[in-house]
Each structure stands twice: as structure tokens, then as C-alpha cells.
């Protein structure tokens, strides 16, 4: 008796505990760039929720040729979809992925286009100032995490096994408590300025790393699925990207190349306009050089998709 009164003591303490969130099973979510590997995650791993942040143009140039499918992704991410700046496979990519795993793909995307950005911050991201990752992906899912939970939630991350670099860097941003923050608009203060508040938003997991995942695994895998893939990840003028690659992009996806080279002009003229010397990470993709300057080098030898690999493309941080 008195070795049940003990148990159902220890199972009201446990219960208290419960309660006060000091222990709680985080909702998991797969993070999907449109890659192979984060596919692969969402794959072999299930979760809670699957998540999608897709970058968005405005520019009717670079407009998506599909229009059933331009208004499938419209209702998707609840704003009007014209193109993406990133290949327009991936729309594909999502699209088929969703049916392949037989669970919903959560679509999100910024309040605002790329050029959008641009033109608030007056100025361009590269390495200098990399603020497209963030802006353009990781701030939408915080929103996304803020407006549907009310703790953090664990983020699996599709990095290989030889990927401990990036893991080592995704874990040095960890706080005391072991989790990264959001940083979030809750409201507005009297003067009308936005009220911002920092949360525990997420706990980074790498189950790919801890299963010893490599790419041969991952391309094995998909070799007979029917998943589309863009043979590049990441927007198709990423300055992450080396020189010889953006060139040829500008040979296989040549009006959203385009784009960038208008981003770059746009920037120009405002400084002119406003008669000031900008520094040139502030006007340029990559420094020293202009797009419009890459676009116009003459490349030596003929190559094709295959000659790049994923490595080539940089990564977007995800």
C-alpha cells in the first residue's frame, strides 16, 4: 500500500511537471528548400508539418509560364503568385513531393517580392550583407511558427553527414537555453513604431548527420521516384554562385538573370540620383564585378548542367 501511495505521489509530481512545461514533446517540422536532400528528409523522416518558403518576383518578365499552376501556388501561399526567382522547377519539385509522401506541404513565402526588399533597404544582398536568406526564408517561417504555436517547435534540417560544417555553424547561434530566436512584431507602440519581442522559437535536430547520410545514398533513392528536380537549388542568380556558373546561367535562365542585372541598375540610379558614393556591396552581387559584366564574358568552352554540382550553387542557409 504504501508502494502505491509512492507511485501515484511520483505520477502527480510528473503531472505538475507536465503542466508547467518543463518537459513537453516539440512539435517537429521538416524544413524543404526543393532540393534532394531536404526531399529526402521529408521522405524517410516524417513530421508534424512539412514547411516550403518560396522566394517571389513581381516582374512580369520572369512570369511563371503555367497558369493553372501559377494559380494553384497563389492559393497556396494566400497571395498572388507571378514567378519565382528561384529555377521554376521547384514548383514541380513541391508540387510532386506533397503527392509523393502523401502528406500536406505547408507553402509559405515574405510579405513582400525580392525587388520589394530591395527597394525598402536600398541596397543588394551578397556576401558583404547576406540578408536574403533571412528575409526571404527564415523570417516567413518565423511568422509561420508564431501565428500556429505557442512554444518552439524542433527544426530537422537536411544536412549530410559530411555537412558538419554547417551543422557547427546552425549550433553556434544556439542561446543558453539551447534554442535559436525569433525576433517578432507583436504590436505597436504608442508612437506607432512595431513592438518587438524575442522568443525560443526552434531546437535544431540533423538527422541526416546522426544516421551518417551521405549524397550517393540520397541520388540512389531518387533515381526511380517520380519527384522533379531542378539540377541547381537556391535562386538562379545566387552570388554564392562562381563566376563560369552564373554565365552559363545567364545561357539557361536568361530573363530572371536579367533581373538581377536590373537590380543592380536600379541601385545605381538612385545613388546618382541622390548624388551619393555608395560603397559597392551596396550595388553589386559580387563584387568587383557587375552582372551585366558577367553576362557579357565570353566563355572558352561549352558546358552544360552537368558540369556543376550543388556545391557550386552555395547554400542558402537552410
Same mark, same amino acid.
Not at 517537429?28 to 536532400?37: A, F, H, L, W
Not at 521554376?88 to 505547408?106: A, N, P, V
Not at 557547427?168 to 504608442?190: C, P, R, Y
Given at each position: 500500500?504504501?508502494?502505491?501511495?509512492?507511485?501515484?505521489?511520483?505520477?502527480?509530481?510528473?503531472?505538475?511537471?507536465?503542466?508547467?512545461?518543463?518537459?513537453?514533446?516539440?512539435?517537429?517540422?521538416?524544413?524543404?528548400?526543393?532540393?534532394?536532400?531536404?526531399?529526402?528528409?521529408?521522405?524517410?523522416?516524417?513530421?508534424?508539418?512539412?514547411?516550403?518558403?518560396?522566394?517571389?518576383?513581381?516582374?512580369?518578365?520572369?512570369?511563371?509560364?503555367?497558369?493553372?499552376?501559377?494559380?494553384?501556388?497563389?492559393?497556396?501561399?494566400?497571395?498572388?503568385?507571378?514567378?519565382?526567382?528561384?529555377?521554376?522547377?521547384?514548383?514541380?519539385?513541391?508540387?510532386?513531393?506533397?503527392?509523393?509522401?502523401?502528406?500536406?506541404?505547408?507553402?509559405?513565402?515574405?510579405?513582400?517580392?525580392?525587388?520589394?526588399?530591395?527597394?525598402?533597404?536600398?541596397?543588394?544582398?551578397?556576401?558583404?550583407?547576406?540578408?536574403?536568406?533571412?528575409?526571404?526564408?527564415?523570417?516567413?517561417?518565423?511568422?509561420?511558427?508564431?501565428?500556429?504555436?505557442?512554444?518552439?517547435?524542433?527544426?530537422?534540417?537536411?544536412?549530410?553527414?559530411?555537412?558538419?560544417?554547417?551543422?557547427?555553424?546552425?549550433?553556434?547561434?544556439?542561446?543558453?537555453?539551447?534554442?535559436?530566436?525569433?525576433?517578432?512584431?507583436?504590436?505597436?507602440?504608442?508612437?506607432?513604431?512595431?513592438?518587438?519581442?524575442?522568443?525560443?522559437?526552434?531546437?535544431? &535536430?540533423?538527422?541526416?548527420?546522426?544516421?551518417?547520410?551521405?549524397?550517393?545514398?540520397?541520388? %540512389? /533513392?531518387? =533515381?526511380? @521516384? *517520380?519527384?522533379?528536380?531542378?539540377?541547381?537549388?537556391?535562386?538562379?542568380?545566387?552570388?554564392?554562385?562562381?563566376?563560369?556558373?552564373?554565365?552559363?546561367?545567364?545561357?539557361?535562365? &536568361?530573363?530572371?538573370?536579367?533581373?538581377?542585372?536590373?537590380?543592380?541598375?536600379?541601385?545605381? %540610379? /538612385?545613388? =546618382?540620383? @541622390? *548624388?551619393?558614393?555608395?560603397?559597392?556591396?551596396?550595388?553589386?552581387?559580387?563584387?568587383?564585378?557587375?552582372?551585366?559584366?558577367?553576362?557579357?564574358?565570353?566563355?572558352?568552352?561549352?558546358?552544360?548542367?552537368?558540369?556543376?554540382?550543388?556545391?557550386?550553387?552555395?547554400?542558402?542557409?537552410?
Amino acid at each position: 500500500m504504501e508502494d502505491l501511495k509512492q507511485w501515484q505521489e511520483q505520477i502527480l509530481q510528473l503531472t505538475k511537471y507536465n503542466k508547467n512545461n518543463l518537459i513537453k514533446a516539440m512539435k517537429t517540422v521538416n524544413n524543404i528548400s526543393g532540393g534532394k536532400t531536404s526531399a529526402y528528409l521529408a521522405a524517410n523522416y516524417p513530421a508534424d508539418f512539412n514547411l516550403f518558403s518560396l522566394v517571389r518576383t513581381n516582374d512580369k518578365d520572369c512570369i511563371y509560364p503555367d497558369a493553372k499552376l501559377r494559380q494553384i501556388v497563389s492559393d497556396k501561399i494566400g497571395v498572388e503568385f507571378i514567378g519565382t526567382l528561384e529555377d521554376d522547377k521547384i514548383i514541380h519539385t513541391i508540387l510532386d513531393l506533397e503527392q509523393y509522401i502523401g502528406k500536406k506541404i505547408e507553402w509559405i513565402t515574405s510579405d513582400f517580392t525580392f525587388e520589394d526588399i530591395i527597394f525598402q533597404r536600398k541596397s543588394i544582398p551578397n556576401v558583404a550583407q547576406r540578408w536574403c536568406t533571412n528575409m526571404l526564408k527564415i523570417e516567413p517561417m518565423q511568422k509561420w511558427w508564431y501565428k500556429n504555436f505557442e512554444e518552439p517547435i524542433e527544426a530537422r534540417l537536411g544536412f549530410r553527414a559530411n555537412e558538419q560544417r554547417r551543422k557547427n555553424n546552425v549550433l553556434s547561434k544556439l542561446n543558453e537555453n539551447g534554442f535559436i530566436t525569433a525576433k517578432v512584431v507583436v504590436g505597436k507602440h504608442t508612437n506607432g513604431n512595431n513592438k518587438w519581442q524575442e522568443f525560443d522559437w526552434e531546437k535544431p &535536430s540533423f538527422p541526416l548527420i546522426d544516421d551518417g547520410i551521405y549524397k550517393d545514398t540520397i541520388e %540512389e /533513392y531518387w =533515381k526511380d @521516384k *517520380n519527384v522533379r528536380f531542378a539540377s541547381i537549388n537556391n535562386c538562379v542568380g545566387c552570388f554564392n554562385q562562381n563566376l563560369i556558373l552564373l554565365r552559363k546561367r545567364f545561357d539557361w535562365d &536568361s530573363k530572371k538573370m536579367d533581373w538581377f542585372i536590373k537590380q543592380e541598375k536600379f541601385m545605381q %540610379e /538612385y545613388q =546618382k540620383s @541622390k *548624388n551619393k558614393t555608395t560603397p559597392s556591396h551596396y550595388d553589386k552581387w559580387k563584387t568587383p564585378y557587375t552582372y551585366e559584366q558577367i553576362k557579357n564574358h565570353k566563355l572558352q568552352l561549352d558546358l552544360f548542367e552537368s558540369d556543376f554540382n550543388e556545391c557550386d550553387s552555395g547554400y542558402c542557409g537552410l
